[in-house]
């Protein structure tokens, strides 16, 4: 199983962006995917994230701004940012837990991290 995240770049202030995050290989279920950032000399944080069932949650920092969805059949997971802030900019990692056989236990996957940068 790969995930495979996209859609990073450099933007000003109050611009937009969509990140993409693409599961591929084996895959039986997917059981929930969040979008997580790490800026420099920081924590990982969780940014949003989308259950199985469709409920979503956001970080309050980007709520009313970013939007999670998801297409299941791309098997792929969207996470749009509005009026972005410099306080964004951050690498921006996905994650899924995703059962690969019908018997077989969810496992966390990462994908390789797409870079945000808001400045002017």
């Known amino acids: 199983v790969q995930l495979q995240a996209s859609g990073g770049g450099l933007v000003q202030p109050g611009g937009s962006l969509r990140l993409s995050c693409a599961a591929s290989g084996n895959i039986f279920s997917i059981d929930a995917v969040g979008w997580y950032r790490q800026a420099p000399g920081k924590q990982r944080e969780v940014v949003a994230s989308?259950?199985?069932?469709?409920?979503?949650y956001y970080v309050d920092s980007v709520e009313g701004r970013f939007t999670i969805s998801g297409d299941a059949a791309k098997k792929t997971v969207y996470l749009q940012m509005n009026t972005l802030k410099p306080e964004d900019t951050a690498v921006y990692y996905c994650?899924?837990?995703?059962?690969?056989?019908?018997?077989?236990?969810?496992?966390?996957?990462w994908g390789q991290g797409t870079l945000v940068t808001v400045s002017s």
């Open positions: 989308i259950a199985g069932g469709g409920s979503t």
């Open positions: 994650n899924a837990r995703i059962k690969s056989y019908v018997l077989g236990p969810f496992n966390d996957y």
